[in-house]
């Protein structure tokens, strides 16, 4: 069955670094998101993208938060300078085309910022 | 005003036990519902779609309720392994999908 892959599965980083993480949505869906959870805490819509461009992002996207569709298979997203409170499980998810309106998530990245 | 609302719970009921988690929505304009379900440290997984004339998977009953935009799951003879929190989300134009907080179900021996 087709999955949204994610990687790394762990990313630990120092305060004030960049990091991305890396998303393999699944092929022929359209609509790709990526989601945070602090641990404890609700899910959290960070961005969506849809023919390549941002087509909705939330509060939490500011100036720090970038996304990229590289190739015809990756999303990424990229934190330029890391804080503290980015510290959360980051959930990557894709939707439309053969997978209709349901949304589908890959299994996460837990970044970890000292 | 949230899109979407959930008692967040905690929800401990023992096996076997009938148990019943409510949403509302307030976006009349909503066009698809889910029930997802989350393991802790885990990435939501879907377990059912909602639809208007209400569905069932085994245990497990979805109801619309398109006029009071309220979402309903019925879990029936409850598991261990149901356990879990349950997310309610809605999905409007453009497959935007709005989540609530997550029912925490705790299914006790």
């Known amino acids: 069955e087709p999955e949204v892959t994610q990687t790394p599965s762990h990313q630990v980083t120092q305060m004030g670094q960049e990091v991305i993480l890396r998303c393999v949505p699944i092929?022929?869906?359209?609509?790709f998101y990526w989601y945070r959870q602090i641990l404890g805490q609700k899910v959290e819509f960070l961005v969506s993208?849809?023919?390549?461009?941002?087509?909705?992002k939330s509060e939490i996207f500011d100036d720090q938060f970038s996304v990229e569709r590289p190739d015809g298979s990756n999303f990424t997203l990229k934190i330029r300078s890391t804080k503290l409170e980015d510290s959360a499980m980051y959930f990557c998810?894709?939707?439309?085309?053969?997978?209709?309106?349901?949304?589908?998530f890959g299994s996460g990245t837990q970044l970890s910022v000292l | 005003r949230k899109e979407v609302e959930q008692d967040p719970g905690p929800f401990n009921v023992p096996e076997g036990a009938t148990v019943a988690f409510n949403c509302t929505y307030s976006?009349?304009?909503?066009?698809?519902f889910f029930w997802y379900r989350q393991d802790c440290r885990k990435e939501p997984k879907l377990l059912m779609s909602?639809?208007?004339s209400g569905n069932e998977d085994g245990r497990f009953t979805a109801q619309l309720n398109r006029a009071s935009q309220y979402i309903s799951l019925l879990i029936r003879d409850s598991k261990l392994s149901d356990s879990a929190t349950y997310l309610c989300?809605?999905?409007?134009?453009?497959?935007?999908?709005?989540f609530g907080t997550g029912t925490s179900l705790t299914v006790i021996p």
């Open positions: 998810a894709s939707s439309g085309g053969t997978g209709g309106v349901k949304l589908f």
């Open positions: 092929s022929n869906h359209l609509y």
């Open positions: 993208f849809y023919n390549n461009e941002i087509s909705e």
């Open positions: 976006n009349s304009a909503s066009q698809s």
């Open positions: 909602v639809y208007s």
């Open positions: 989300v809605v999905g409007n134009t453009g497959n935007q999908f709005y």
